[in-house]
Each structure stands twice: as structure tokens, then as C-alpha cells.
């Protein structure tokens, strides 16, 4: 099933800048089509007029409680995952540098 193409220009519920350069923005931004709420994860653009449009990489789903807490297990998943490797460098990095870097 293909769903319509949500309307990115459709008045914005929220908003949060999560990464951004220069000409590049990935963006966390919820609006709403047809009366369902969206969250999309987006990249945006600078055009030549110095406005952010939003562009076609990215992925947008209905904001239902399924999806958001599967997401939010997703990411608590990334962070505890990335915060166990920080302490067992920490913890032990001698003993890792022995292992790989002789």
C-alpha cells in the first residue's frame, strides 16, 4: 500500500534541529495531513534564497504510540550501547591497546 505524500509545508507541530552544517540540516519535525499527526526525520537544504526546504532523504511515519515507543526503545538501545563502549575504554583501554595495537 502507497501512502500520499505528506505535505512537509503543512504547519509544524514541532520542531528540533538534530545535526546541522554549513547547507544541511536533519530535522525532527512533527506536522499533521488529512488530521493524522506525522513525525518525519528529514534532511533540509539551503536553497539559493538562504530558506531551509526540507528534501526527499528522510522517513516519515504516523505519530502513534507503537512507533514512538518503538523508536524511543531504538535510540535508549544506541545510547546504552554507545555509553557501555565509552566505560569499557575507559575502564579498560590499556589493556585493549595491548590486545590491539601490539
Known amino acids: 500500500m502507497r501512502i500520499p505524500m505528506i505535505d512537509l509545508t503543512a504547519p509544524t507541530v514541532y ?12 530535522r525532527l519535525v512533527i506536522n499533521t495531513f488529512r488530521g493524522v499527526e506525522y513525525m518525519s526525520l528529514r534532511k533540509y537544504y539551503l536553497n539559493f534564497e538562504e530558506e531551509w526546504l526540507p528534501s526527499k532523504d528522510g522517513i516519515t511515519m504516523p505519530l502513534a504510540l507503537e512507533n514512538s515507543r518503538e523508536l524511543f526503545v531504538g535510540l535508549v538501545e544506541v545510547l546504552s550501547l554507545a555509553e557501555s563502549k565509552s566505560i569499557l575504554e575507559d575502564e579498560f583501554k590499556e589493556i585493549l591497546d595491548q590486545i590491539y595495537l601490539n
Do not use: F, G, S
Open 15 to 26: 520542531e528540533k534541529v538534530i545535526q546541522e552544517a554549513e547547507t544541511e540540516q536533519v
